[in-house]
């Protein structure tokens, strides 16, 4: 399994390397940007990785000496070792001394921030390849990208009040840290029941 | 019976009443389909487009679920067995297609990762025969078709597989490169270890390397034989217009496959001359003409046949 996790690494490098460089920009411009980065960097990659899949790869590893399941885990242990890249790279980039002129990251966002999206992002990218080995590329990148303008829906007004009359806002503000703890939680056990379904569904199924 | 076990003793590919449908088609790709390929031995699959040569090949990879009937390669069944089966089979699928942006020189590390019987000598033996040295820097998508299917070849041939399944290998490739892969494919067979079944289109190709033939026409088996034994045996003969109520009288349970009534005379595709000689009644005009016919002329003049 590790022989496949390694080979969408080393397929998606530039990609890899290319989305590893928005912290840095994170740094000059503030923390939204590294919650745009821990979304996209797992979602982009997915998406590219399962292209390759789309196009003959998957026919091609299924001739080989892999189980299903082990082609399954390795899409979802690559998306979480993406995770743990970004979250990491946004706390370390986030430790750094503001630059002159820059607001200071606040504590709070040195890890609630990160640990709150990459749940998020977890949750989108494997409803996204849970779809994939369900239904199939193009499909899935239909749905889950309906999934991932969600978050765009809290800049409509209403939808704002809505959030803010639902007491979330006070919960974020009394304890944001337990609040980012619950959220990770829930995403993986969410992310885990993906994963085990994309594996019960591509087990079964025909690679045509 | 355990893997190790079933692989001694197996045929190299066993299907017996095995059907396929694909999910929201209404008709059968594969319908109660039984042959056999025994080990050692050359399967030729010969039909034409949706006749259900690919799925027949991706059922004995475990790469398709059959929908009923029972599937055995080396004796074991592709589905239950899967990883562990794979390490004896290789595979080339019709547009061969592996990940664009990795070199072959990385993909064939990968690839060699997998199988513990892997011959590295013999895969560079394979790229120097096929001109694919200069190309293990290239990324495979950079490939033209026919690099890419002779990439997927040596690939498949490297870790000595005991059963070689070839969706045609050789369409849409040049007469050189076609060459080039069928006489790298017969040194492979040399040994008399590996069986191969190897779907085409073109039947020359099949010709020349097959000891069986399989002539399948819409999911269902027209012909399975051995190849000698069907071009002795298959002719097309013509008779007098004399014949034509005897032939009626004969119906589809004799010698004669079909046959097609002239102006002057009949012409008849005759399944076995001894027994339609033994049957033809002496009362009836002879001589009469009877040509040898090759390969594609037999798989022309069955499915044509089967269609009217």
């Not at chain 2, 893997?3 to 594969?30: D, F, H, N, P």
């Amino acid at each position: 399994m590790l022989a496949l996790v390694l080979k969408d690494l080393y397929e998606q490098r530039t990609n890899i390397l290319f989305f590893l460089a928005f912290p840095a920009l994170g740094y000059l411009v503030g923390p939204p940007l590294y919650g745009a980065f821990l979304i996209l960097l797992p979602w982009s990659i997915a998406i590219r990785a399962t292209y390759a899949e789309d196009r003959g790869g998957l026919e091609f590893l299924c001739s080989l000496p892999f189980s299903r399941n082990q082609i399954v885990t390795a899409k979802f242990l690559l998306v979480l070792l993406l995770l743990l890249l970004g979250v990491g790279e946004v706390v370390l980039v986030s430790a750094l001394p503001p630059l002159e002129g820059t607001q200071p990251v606040p504590d709070q966002a040195l890890w609630v921030m990160p640990v709150t999206v990459a749940g998020f992002a977890a949750v989108l990218t494997g409803a996204f390849l849970n779809l994939f080995f369900r239904i199939g590329y193009i499909r899935a990148l239909n749905y889950s990208r309906l999934l991932a303008l969600l978050p765009l829906a809290l800049l409509i007004p209403q939808v704002q009040q809505i959030v803010l009359k639902s007491g979330v806002q006070l919960f974020l503000t009394s304890d944001p840290r337990r609040l980012a703890l619950w959220v990770l939680a829930g995403s993986l056990v969410v992310y885990l029941a993906l994963l085990l379904d994309a594996r019960r569904v591509f087990g079964q199924k025909d690679i045509a | 019976m355990t893997l190790e076990t079933a692989m001694e003793t197996g045929a190299a590919l066993t299907m017996r009443g095995v059907s396929k449908r694909y999910r929201g088609s209404r008709t059968w790709a594969l319908r109660d389909l039984s042959l056999e390929v025994p080990r050692g031995y050359v399967m030729g699959l010969l039909g034409k487009n949706g006749a259900g040569k690919t799925t027949l090949i991706k059922l004995a990879c475990g790469l398709l679920k059959a929908d009923s009937g029972d599937i055995r390669v080396l004796g074991a069944d592709p589905e239950r067995s899967g990883p562990e089966l794979r390490r004896f089979i290789g595979y080339v699928s019709e547009a061969p297609q592996l990940y664009n942006n990795l070199s072959l020189r990385w993909l064939a590390g990968f690839v060699a990762g997998r199988f513990p019987a892997w011959d590295e000598a013999y895969f560079r033996q394979l790229l120097r025969r096929l001109d694919l040295r200069d190309h293990l820097g290239d990324r495979f998508g950079k490939l033209s078709k026919g690099t890419k299917v002779k990439f997927a070849l040596a690939l498949a041939l490297a870790h000595r597989p005991k059963v070689l399944l070839l969706d045609e290998p050789t369409s849409g490739l040049d007469p050189a490169a076609r060459r080039e892969v069928l006489s790298v494919l017969l040194e492979a067979l040399r040994d008399g270890e590996t069986a191969v079944v190897f779907s085409s289109h073109i039947t020359s190709d099949v010709e020349k390397i097959a000891d069986f033939v399989t002539i399948i026409d819409r999911g269902r088996v027209l012909l399975t034989e051995d190849k000698e034994t069907l071009l002795n045996r298959v002719v097309r003969a013509v008779l007098p217009r004399e014949a034509g109520e005897w032939l009626e009288r004969l119906g589809e349970e004799g010698p004669v496959i079909h046959w097609q009534m002239g102006r002057r005379r009949i012409t008849a595709l005759i399944g076995d001359l001894d027994e339609f000689e033994a049957l033809y009644p002496r009362a009836l005009p002879r001589p009469f003409d009877v040509t040898r016919m090759n390969l594609e002329d037999i798989f022309v003049a069955l499915t044509d046949a089967r269609e009217e």
